[in-house]
């Protein structure tokens, strides 16, 4: 033992007096009194919103807690919470073929929109194919368009025109130049197409080869598109989830929390932005 303890740099008696005192009792668990309440809220929330992290779910008990006048909670209580009542999502570590160092994202609404394409296969075998366009900043869903063909150049065509006229209020023209982002599919890069997004006053901006990651905000949507409200709901056939992507999208508008707005919905973030001048 002396050697041993010589070895490791320690005290014998320390050693010792470890070695001979009794299992200490196990501490419980820590928590707090209102803890039922809370998990009684968040359960509600996750029968709503099953796929949502404890993020998200802070946000919405949040807003919850404010309609009843009472404190907001941390999202580390949340979590611990969450932990405790085996409600946590599990998550896969993603993997990144490659390093994307371009910034997407912008600090003002307006400055870049980016788009993309994604599939949805019905129980069917149908497959629904969308477009839609979004703000960099806000995340806003501005417009969409859907097909059960594959999206051509003139649905990209009716989806910029749509989203111009929503966001500016029905004029067909730009107050100052926006940056158009989008991938190479053969709709996006189409003479026609780049003819129209150039009238309309957007500067055409295009992802790399190969390099998805380039316009990683639209692809960042279309997962959470699928998981939060496509692969949550009824997929029988085409034509019933073409009649229910309107009210996924203006859900996701005005209800979606997200980490890089603070944990506020698009509509939410814009209608701050506003407020603030």
């Not at 010792?16 to 009792?25: G, S, T, V």
């Not at 209020?169 to 190479?184: F, K, Q, V, Y």
Request: overall charge positive; charged content about 30%; glycine content about 6%.
């Amino acid at each position: 033992m002396r050697e041993i303890c010589k070895t490791l740099g320690v005290a014998r008696s320390n050693v010792l007096d470890r070695l001979n005192k009794e299992a200490m009792p196990r501490a419980k668990r820590y928590s707090k009194k209102d803890d039922p309440f809370f998990l009684v809220l968040i359960k509600e929330i996750m029968r709503e919103r099953t796929t949502y992290g404890y993020r998200r779910v802070t946000a919405k008990l949040n807003a919850k807690l404010k309609g009843l006048e009472k404190a907001v909670v941390n999202h580390k209580r949340v979590y611990r919470i969450m932990r405790e009542g085996g409600l946590l999502q599990k998550r896969g570590i993603p993997k990144f073929d490659r390093l994307h160092q371009g910034r997407i994202i912008t600090l003002k609404s307006n400055l870049r929109w980016c788009s993309d394409c994604f599939e949805l296969k019905c129980w069917s075998g149908e497959r629904l194919r969308v477009a839609f366009a979004l703000d960099c900043c806000d995340r806003e869903i501005i417009g969409y368009v859907s097909s059960r063909k594959p999206i051509k150049a003139s649905d990209i065509q009716e989806l910029l025109i749509d989203s111009v006229e929503k966001r500016f209020g029905g004029s067909l023209t730009l107050p100052h130049p926006i940056e158009w982002l989008s991938d190479n599919g053969m709709c996006y890069v189409a003479n026609e197409t780049v003819r129209v997004v150039r009238s309309l006053g957007f500067k055409v901006c295009t992802t790399p080869s190969r390099s998805p990651e380039s316009n990683g905000m639209a692809e960042s949507f279309v997962k959470t598109f699928k998981r939060d409200y496509a692969y949550v709901n009824d997929l029988t056939d085409a034509l019933v989830v073409e009649a229910k992507l309107a009210q996924w999208f203006e859900d996701y508008n005005e209800e979606a929390p997200h980490k890089g707005l603070k944990m506020m919905s698009p509509r939410q973030f814009r209608r701050a932005q506003f407020a603030n001048g």
